[in-house]
């Protein structure tokens, strides 16, 4: 492995970890020799990434947490246990969000929008990742080291192409504002740390995947698929080499900034 690379003793801590690009996050950075921890609400899925990760990669330290990145409480709970343990936080990475799935977007249209509904996405999608950088980035600060990771969305450059979205009589099916706008709010989120902490070395960066292909249903598939270029929706463990490039050394002089990741799908 290229020496700039290397994760060897670094603990990174990763947020939503039970979900499907958590699952991967960790993977990245586990081939790059660091220590991980899980943290997510989910227990079950949290307990299956665990097993599937400590099966293959049994020399490596890795710790699961239930964590819920919307309550302060819960955060604090996390760091204190992991100061207890003598464990640093040397990566972040703000990975939690809800997540309208494509075939689940019922009921969503702007004009209906629960105000309620609305303050409870913000709350994950955005203030968890404000949440966990205050708590874990105050941490980094204090030691002069640190790197935090968040996981935007093509979303976060561009508006969601409505059309793509199943639509029935019943129903208008729209990818929800909220997710537009957690999204696009990550970036801010980002560039403000990234100079905010710049004099406290800690770098802090986003990545903006495009969609993965996780079984959507074919009418889906071949809408969005005319969106992008290279006319696919990602692979899960494409995004995989962004993320250990943002949390090395490798990116030493890159903060501030967010990775594109869609195929092409933005750039036309
Ligand atoms: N999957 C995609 O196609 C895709 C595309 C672009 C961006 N992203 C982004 O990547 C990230 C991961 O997405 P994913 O596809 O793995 O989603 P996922 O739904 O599989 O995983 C999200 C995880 O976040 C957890 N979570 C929800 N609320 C939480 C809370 N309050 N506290 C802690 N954890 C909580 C969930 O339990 C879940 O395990 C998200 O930020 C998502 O927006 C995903």
Redesign the pocket.
């Known amino acids: 492995m290229l020496k700039k690379f290397n994760l060897k003793d670094k603990f990174a801590l990763i ?2 970890a ?5 699952n991967e996050h960790a993977h990245s950075l586990l081939e790059c020799g660091a220590n991980i921890i899980l ?4 227990t079950k ?1 949290l307990d299956k990434t665990f097993s599937s990760l400590k099966a293959k990669y049994k020399e490596k330290v890795i710790i699961k947490m239930k ?4 309550s302060e409480t819960s955060i604090k709970k996390c760091k204190n246990y992991l100061k207890r343990k003598k464990i640093f936080v040397n990566i972040l990475i703000n ?5 309208p799935k494509s075939e689940n977007l019922r009921s969503l249209s702007f004009e209906n929008y629960d105000y309620k509904k609305w303050e409870r996405e913000i709350r ?1 999608g955005l203030t ?1 990742a404000f949440l966990c950088s205050k708590i874990f980035g105050s941490e980094m600060a204090k030691k002069k080291e640190g790197v935090i990771l968040n ?1 935007s ?2 979303l976060s450059i561009i508006a969601p192409d409505q059309r793509i979205y199943n639509t029935s009589k019943k129903y208008k099916n729209v990818k929800p504002v909220t997710y537009s706008v957690a ?1 696009t709010g990550l970036i801010g989120l980002t560039k403000y740390l990234a100079t905010y902490w710049a004099p406290q070395k800690i770098r802090c960066n986003a990545i903006s ?4 292909f ?1 079984g959507q249903n074919k009418s889906f598939v071949k809408k969005i698929k005319k969106l992008i270029p290279l006319e696919r929706m990602a692979e899960r463990d494409e995004y995989r080499s962004a993320v250990q490039f943002l949390c090395s050394e490798a990116s030493s002089y890159m903060t501030g900034q967010n990775i594109i990741i869609d195929g092409g799908r933005s750039i036309w």
């Open positions: 947020t939503g039970g979900g499907l690009l958590g943290t997510d609400i989910n899925n964590m819920d990145v919307t990975n939690a969000s809800f997540n994950v968890g996981i969305s093509d999204k995947p495009a969609g993965i996780d």
